[in-house]
């Protein structure tokens, strides 16, 4: 088998060109120019640390959380940099009061850390976590209303769902969920880890109540760089888990919830500063921007996975209108136990001991216990790198 070589595009990476790297969903990847910048401010703040973090910083920063809000189509004022959507999540639900028999309603697909923070609080106010089944395979984006809406009852508070789903790779129909829940009065807690840069995005539109996204996945910023927006009528609920001195101080009043999260404390704050330059810059690679860049990463992952399936005889577990940049496939049935975050399975190890393959291997224990694998789509991959880990997946199944 010959090893595989990258796109052209990979040039402004600086991934390891002996390493075949399918793994672009799990922790991003940060174009050169983007860290060259992060160096930049760093410089900045380390040259002068005063001026950085007391005249210049706040500025720097909305300036790039206003190219970040344009970007997903919200206010600047309604959105809030944090490090991570993990927490995000927490701090929405550490914000949001329960009762006793209330019932938090999520899906069997969602992201372990977000699930357990929705447990912790659920234990904390003596509410209950309700899980709804969405099948793996899938048919269409109907099962996944029907399976949860079915879980919602009077007693359900929140729900908390993901747009892409990290083990399934599955986009979900948020857009019409969330219009039935808020028929309903239920606020819905939009987990969008993967969303920004690898869907468009319009969340006035959208309307759910809360949402958080990545940047360092598919805007490909550096690492600590994500959001947290709020629908202006649920603001007053929702408060920064570390109070810091710019807490309820604003000189521009319309900036008062937001600057709420600006200052938590003396941190390195050049990852958001970047996301600007990363929305700039992603959008630069191809002549028709963001727009076709998305359209090339969406078909080149149709296009693998199919060839995939063709190559190792392994059918698609879902149609292609639920697919963007990330596909899981089913290996086999299997006992091992459910992963913890740094679990490596040994087909994981095997692929990347025998063929540098780097792509998550990982038992998925809803409806039946199995191993599945599942594949990134960045512009800087390329289709050679798709041919050649099908073949090593029919090699070792041989």
């Not at 809000?69 to 949001?96: E, H, Q, Y």
């Not at 969330?178 to 920004?196: S, T």
């Not at 577990?317 to 963007?324: G, R």
Request: hydrophobic content about 40%; some cysteine; proline content about 6%.
């Amino acid at each position: 088998m010959k090893f595989p070589v990258y796109s052209p595009l990979k040039k402004h990476w600086l991934l390891d060109e002996q390493v075949v790297f399918l793994n672009h969903g799990s922790f991003g990847a940060c174009p050169i120019p983007i860290l060259q910048k992060q160096d930049e401010y760093r410089m900045m703040m380390e040259r002068q640390p005063v001026k950085f973090f007391i005249r210049d910083l706040e500025e720097m920063i909305w300036k790039s959380k206003e190219a970040l809000a344009k970007f997903v189509g919200a206010d600047a004022v309604d959105m809030a940099f944090v490090p991570n959507a993990t927490l995000g999540v927490n701090t929405i639900l550490s914000s949001l009061a329960f009762e006793a028999g209330d019932e938090l309603l999520t899906t069997n697909h969602g992201y372990g850390a977000c699930v357990n923070t929705l447990k912790w609080h659920a234990q904390k106010w003596k509410a209950q976590v309700v899980t709804a089944d969405v099948p793996f395979p899938v048919s269409s984006p109907e099962e996944v209303i029907a399976a949860l809406l079915s879980k919602v009852t009077s007693r359900t508070k929140l729900v908390m769902i993901d747009y892409i789903t990290s083990p399934t790779g599955l986009l979900f129909p948020v857009k019409e969920i969330i219009d039935e829940l808020n028929r309903r009065g239920i606020d819905c807690l939009v987990d969008g880890a993967h969303a920004p840069g690898q869907i468009p995005l319009n969340l006035h539109e959208l309307g759910a109540a809360y949402f958080t996204g990545n940047c360092h996945k598919w805007i490909c910023s550096p690492k600590g760089s994500a959001f947290l927006y709020v629908r202006k009528d649920r603001r007053h609920l929702i408060h920064p888990i570390s109070v810091g001195h710019t807490y309820d101080k604003a000189e521009n009043k319309d900036r008062l919830w937001s600057n709420h999260f600006f200052w938590p404390g003396t941190d390195d704050y050049s990852a958001y500063l970047c996301v600007k330059d990363a929305i700039d810059f992603m959008g630069s690679l191809f002549g028709g921007g963001w727009s076709e860049l998305m359209n090339h990463n969406r078909q080149q992952c149709l296009q693998a996975r199919k060839r995939i399936a063709e190559i190792t005889g392994i059918p698609l577990p879902a149609p292609e209108d639920m697919i963007v940049n990330l596909s899981t496939l089913d290996l086999e049935d299997t006992q091992m136990p459910a992963s913890n975050f740094n679990y490596i399975s040994p087909l994981w190890e095997k692929l990347w001991s025998e063929y540098r393959i780097e792509m998550p291997v990982l038992p998925w224990n809803q409806q039946r216990p199995r191993l599945m694998f599942r594949i990134s789509s960045q512009c800087y991959n390329s289709m050679e790198q798709y041919e050649y880990t099908a073949a090593a997946l029919r090699a070792i199944r041989q």
